[in-house]
């Protein structure tokens, strides 16, 4: 694989960067990386060096409590960017956020240098970041309200029904002590939601799998 991509490929993977030059300087600038499903992109308390935008894949947004529990922010797939990570690179703080792959996952890193200079020049990467930070503010405010006011089997179906668009199949491949630890709940209480999901004939239980029957949300 490439390291870099070209211009005609900065434009169909993200479209809405409109400005010739904004495309020519983030085919120079940018650089790709490839993940494995499973593998850490950023890290707790780490520096962030690049911004990554998703070329194929998915990434999980995390972030972790006082108590050392994780709580399950949001996904990002392709043509998407994960605004903290915007932000940390431009203050220079460490991440408080993890980001893992969700499947094997391809992201361009753009590096920190360029993002304020870009703010200034171009607006359709302006554009870009704003409606970023608009959209995860939307999906944080989403997750407080599902812990505020949602019962947990409408959180289970919630969840179950994002994974499943994220990774474009009717299939979450996940253990239930997994799901637990997303949704900051015991294992028991999810392994007992399931069950009666399943009996209800919403999902049918594999070996670290949930096949979707029905529609969920």
Request: charged share 25%; net charge neutral.
């Amino acid at each position: 694989m490439a390291d870099q991509l070209t211009i005609s490929q900065v434009h169909q993977y993200f479209p809405d960067f409109v400005e010739p030059q904004l495309q020519e300087e983030i085919a120079k600038a940018g650089r790709l990386h490839s993940f494995l499903e499973g593998e850490i992109i950023m890290d707790y308390g780490g520096y962030v060096r690049m911004l990554p935008l998703i070329i194929s894949g998915s990434l999980k947004i995390t972030r972790r409590g006082p108590d050392g529990s994780e709580l399950f922010l949001y996904y990002l797939s392709r043509g998407e960017s994960c605004t903290m990570t915007f932000t940390c690179c431009m203050s220079e703080k460490t991440s408080e956020i993890r980001a893992v792959a969700e499947a094997p996952t391809i992201v361009l890193g753009l590096p920190r240098e360029k993002l304020d200079e870009w703010m200034m020049k171009y607006k359709s990467w302006k554009n870009f970041v704003l409606r970023a930070y608009d959209q995860r503010l939307i999906e944080m405010m989403n997750t407080i309200d599902q812990i505020s006011f949602s019962r947990l089997d409408q959180r289970l179906m919630q969840y179950l029904h994002n994974s499943s668009v994220i990774n474009d199949e009717a299939v979450v491949y996940a253990t239930h002590q997994h799901i637990a630890d997303d949704l900051n709940v015991s294992r028991e209480a999810i392994s007992r939601l399931l069950k009666s999901m399943e009996k209800q004939g919403f999902v049918k239980l594999g070996r670290n799998r949930i096949n979707i029957i029905k529609t969920l949300v």
